[in-house]
């Protein structure tokens, strides 16, 4: 008899909100005995399509946004520093992501966790794929061959398909999660995703 389905975790380095549901979803997961897919896409793709844009570059709302972060961040007790380059180009750190998966799942998330820390938690821009490699080595990835793959038409193609596949699911914003095929969008919501872990959907 099949267990229960993992919960899928769409991402984009570029979202803060993303980065403080990164630092959650799998220990909220492990609670009630779940695996977590970690997926990067990009988000931009699905902005197209929403008729949307990155709420830090939009006036009002980009000043909030920081704002409120700031306050999610020191709740949770975690590192923040806003980033001068902002939205960062999540592109080589997201076709990194999927190089490693095809090997190393686990050594996949380990990256995905430095890249957000060091653009979170330390303000860097890790946009060039050199300090995305830089991010490899200090976590034993050889960063020589990442920036290799990065260049490679099959990393590349990978990345565009799950991104298409995370728009065709309905995935809009960073963090997105399905559990169960429910659809939940936003850090806010794990408190409604561990009700349905707990209880069931509603």
Known sequence: MAGPQPIDFYFEFASPYGYLASLEIDALAAKYGRAVNWRPFMLGAAFKISNSAPNMTIPMKGGYLYRDVERCAKLMGVALINPEIAP????????????????????????????????????????????????????GVDGAALVVATQDLAVKDRLKKETQKAIDRGAFGSPFFFVDDEAYWGHDRLSHIEHQLQNGGI
């Open 88 to 139: 960062m180009n999540s592109l080589a750190a997201m076709r990194a992501f999927y190089w490693l998966s095809e090997t190393n799942p686990a050594q996949a998330v380990a990256l995905a966790k430095a890249v957000y820390h060091g653009h979170w938690g330390e303000g860097r821009d890790l946009s060039p794929v050199e300090a995305v490699a830089e991010m490899a080595n200090s976590i």
